[in-house]
Antibody
């Protein structure tokens, strides 16, 4: 069965950097695009970034473009989100999510990793 | 900036039918936006309900259906049950690989 396990969350100061990871199993990772979605405490879901199956295309929400970078290592079945210049409003649960082969909608979600940006 | 709109809250009686909608601040939603719907109980991971407008994800009961109604995407629950009380989110592909979630609808079953 599809499993997505995020890691790397924690507390970071404003202006700092953090990289969160997602390890995928139960499907052929190299065949599917992947998303990052976040949810601030008590708030709704916010799409963050997408990467194509082969890593040749990335897209970002306006709120993170230029600060966050999505990447993947297909040899390790790993997805990453490098977050720089962090702000308090980036505090959220970060979910890794698998995209469908066509259309790229999300079909499976990880359990999330919590990132807190605080002095 | 594109804003995806959803009703902040709705209520339905047990066994009743309710329709949640997903619109755009400017323009109409069509199948080409690949509307999809997600269900989330507070404190839990989101669950995919529907994708590509109206295709149910594996294991989703057939009381959940999706469509385009007028200029919006719609999620209809027919025969609502107590366990359907939670938050529902839609997301649209607005172009260039960019996706935007709606603000979510809190559904109450009472």
């Amino acid at each position: 069965q599809v499993q997505l396990v995020e890691s790397g969350g924690g507390v970071v100061q404003p202006g700092g950097s953090l990289r969160v990871s997602c390890t995928a199993s139960g499907f052929t990772f190299t065949d599917y695009g992947m998303h990052w979605v976040r949810q601030a405490p008590g708030k709704g879901l916010e799409w963050v970034a997408f990467i194509r199956f082969d890593g040749t295309f990335q897209s970002y929400a306006a709120s993170v473009r230029g600060r966050f970078t999505i990447s993947r290592d297909n040899s390790k079945n790993n997805l990453y989100l490098q977050m720089n210049s962090l702000r308090s409003e980036d505090t959220a649960m970060y979910y890794c999510a698998k995209a469908m082969r066509t259309g790229y909608e999300i079909d499976y979600w990880g359990q999330g990793t919590l990132v807190i940006v605080s002095p | 900036q594109t804003v995806v709109t959803q009703e902040p809250s709705l209520s339905v009686s047990p066994g009743g039918t309710v329709t949640l909608t997903c619109g755009l601040s400017s323009g109409s939603v069509s199948n080409s936006f690949f509307p999809s719907w997600y269900q989330q109980t507070p404190g839990q991971t989101p669950r995919t309900l529907l994708y590509n407008t109206g295709t149910r994800s594996s294991g989703v009961p057939d009381r959940f259906s999706g469509s385009i109604l007028g200029n919006k995407a719609a999620l209809t629950i027919t025969g609502a049950q107590a366990e359907d009380e939670c938050d529902y989110y839609c997301v649209l592909h607005v172009g260039s690989g960019i996706w935007v979630f709606g603000g979510g609808t809190k559904l109450t079953v009472l």
